[in-house]
């Protein structure tokens, strides 16, 4: 696994690390963000637990498990250890997905932190499933792994940016602190405190700013908070960037006129608030309004995670 064995030749780190963006061949594209990027780590963990609870066979457990483990063994290794704080931390240098923060300095934005957490622990039940038992050092991260930050009963960004909500540079770009609990289950996420920051972002934020997934992204953090009217709304909501193509495509800028994260991000959404997610409301399409304004039909989805 070439991608594995160069990571830990040029960079220091176990396992293997996945490129954000990637040329035909699988070398890393030229980037001065895509380097620092480490949300996307997770990815490879996330499509093989769809896999298998499409799937739920052993055929499934062992064809990926390879790119599972080692995916976490990059993972529990890139933590580290903050001897002052006695808990292990993410960054820096790190660029989390709302890439406005300086990478130099930034260390446990909310996304990641929940993200590390959730996928980690999944790692652990692909070990079970295996009966191999569960690995010592993964389990020592998941107990020490930092907690993310909360200033004013909200979320910050991250832990490094503590004037989250007091400087307007940061009100832009990806409000990537929602998909914590939305595009993630969210364990360990206070919904009360994720509502205090969703509502917060939906009033100012700077909406021009924002990518094609961020609209998906919020309604399934309003849809797991249990406000169907506000997810519906972030889905149809009029700005730039939300606009899609006849070929699919959100036009982002020139010279970015392609991009289909924002057409992945929409049919993600649509298929969680109809089909519902793990310990979500049981009933039909809990994620659209129970008001009689509309009528969902679906087959062949699962709940998400």
Not at 96 to 110: I, L, M, S, Y
Not at 214 to 237: I, Q
Request: charged content about 25%; overall charge neutral.
């Amino acid at each position: 696994m070439r991608i594995k064995d160069s990571v830990e030749e040029r960079q220091g780190y176990s396992g293997a690390r996945w490129p954000k963006m990637t040329d035909p061949s699988g070398n890393e594209s030229p980037s001065s963000v895509g380097p620092f990027l480490i949300w996307q780590q997770l990815h490879p963990i996330y499509y093989a637990e769809l896999c298998y609870r499409a799937r739920g066979d052993r055929a499934a457990v062992e064809r990926d498990k390879e790119v599972i483990f080692e995916t976490a063994r990059f993972m529990a290794s890139y933590a580290a250890w903050d001897e002052a704080a006695q808990r292990y931390v993410l960054g820096p240098p790190l660029q989390c997905a709302q890439e406005v923060f300086p990478k130099e300095r930034t260390f446990n934005p909310t996304y990641e932190l929940t993200y590390w957490r959730w996928r980690l622990e999944t790692a652990q039940r692909w070990c079970e499933r295996l009966g191999m038992g569960r690995e010592p050092g993964w389990d020592r991260v998941l107990a020490y792994l930092a907690k993310p930050a909360v200033r004013d009963g909200m979320y910050l960004f991250a832990e490094s940016a503590p004037e989250s909500y007091s400087d307007r540079r940061y009100f832009r770009d990806r409000p990537s602190v929602t998909a914590a609990l939305g595009v993630l289950p969210g364990p360990g996420v206070d919904r009360e405190t994720m509502r205090r920051t969703l509502h917060w972002i939906w009033d100012h934020w700077d909406w021009a700013s924002t990518w094609g997934w961020d609209y998906p992204m919020v309604a399934m953090c309003a849809a797991r908070l249990g406000e169907p009217e506000r997810a519906v709304d972030a889905l149809l909501m009029d700005t730039p960037k939300n606009h899609y193509r006849l070929n699919g495509h959100n036009h982002q800028r020139p010279g970015l006129t392609i991009y289909l994260p924002g057409n992945g991000g929409l049919l993600y959404a649509v298929a969680m608030m109809a089909a519902g997610w793990d310990g979500g409301p049981k009933k039909h399409a809990p994620g659209f309004p129970d008001d009689g304004r509309w009528v969902v039909r679906h087959e062949g989805l699962l709940p998400a995670p």
